[in-house]
């Protein structure tokens, strides 16, 4: 049973632009969220996290918004850039777990 | 330092073969993890230790076995494998199992 869930297999954005991605989660008890990108052949590398007792989490060009009634996340990336085209995974946890359940993956493509 | 070496960076195995697959960090990380990842889907967790113990298990065939000598080293040892277990083998750490976690590059590994 896939608790995160990234609905969105891929995306394409114009250079400059913002890119949205976005991420359900079925367990109520996740409240610490995480977002990795990850090149091919590569491992995934941290982007930025959030907790639950925010709903906005900003560093750089890298912004999540965490909306606990809906059970949905995104990540707004502005503006966007070529080095930005990867596979974005999201990941959820709850305090005291011990493994972080991840999403299904968004690869984002951004146009020059 | 913050990163987590992986070796070898490639790995090509018959089915009768034995051979580990390594992993170190010097983060001072707690929680060691093992994940199996195929093309274009998430991180698949295969173990989980915390404080060198063995916490979680997901159903791995006894064909892999994991070992953690210390603190800082994560070893998955591999024996009679089948070509179907060919993928990416990520290694990560976290401070504790609830936290951010750091993965390697990986180990592409190929069974013929």
């Known amino acids: 049973d896939q608790q995160v869930k990234q609905n969105s297999p891929s995306l394409s954005v114009q250079e400059g632009r913002i890119s949205i991605l976005n991420c359900d989660y079925t367990?109520?008890?996740?409240?610490?969220f995480l977002w990795y990108k990850k090149y091919p052949a590569e491992g995934p590398t941290f982007l930025i996290s959030?907790?639950?007792?925010?709903d906005k989490n900003e560093d750089g060009r890298f912004t999540v918004f965490l909306n606990k009634s809906a059970k949905h996340l995104s990540l707004h990336i502005v503006p966007s850039q070529p080095g930005d085209s990867a596979v974005y995974f999201c990941?959820?946890?709850?305090?005291?777990?011990?493994?972080?359940?991840f999403g299904t993956g968004t690869s984002l493509t951004v146009i020059p | 330092d913050t990163e987590v070496t992986q070796t070898p960076k490639h790995l090509v195995m018959g089915m009768t073969n034995k051979k580990s697959l390594k992993c170190e960090q010097h983060?001072?990380?707690?929680?060691m993890y093992w994940y199996k990842q195929k093309a274009k889907k998430p991180p698949e967790l295969m173990f989980v230790?915390?404080?060198?113990?063995?916490?979680i298990n997901e159903s791995v065939p006894s064909r892999f076995s994991p070992e953690c000598p210390n603190s800082s080293l994560l070893n998955l040892h591999l024996h009679a494998l089948q070509p179907e277990d060919s993928a990416l083998y990520l290694c990560?750490?976290?401070?504790?199992?609830?936290?951010?976690?750091?993965f390697g590059p990986g180990t592409r590994l190929t069974v013929l």
């Open positions: 990560a750490s976290s401070q504790e199992g609830y936290n951010e976690q750091f």
């Open positions: 367990n109520s008890m996740f409240d610490y």
């Open positions: 959030i907790s639950s007792i925010k």
């Open positions: 990941a959820a946890s709850w305090r005291g777990g011990n493994q972080f359940y």
């Open positions: 983060m001072g990380h707690r929680a």
């Open positions: 230790y915390s404080y060198e113990k063995l916490s």
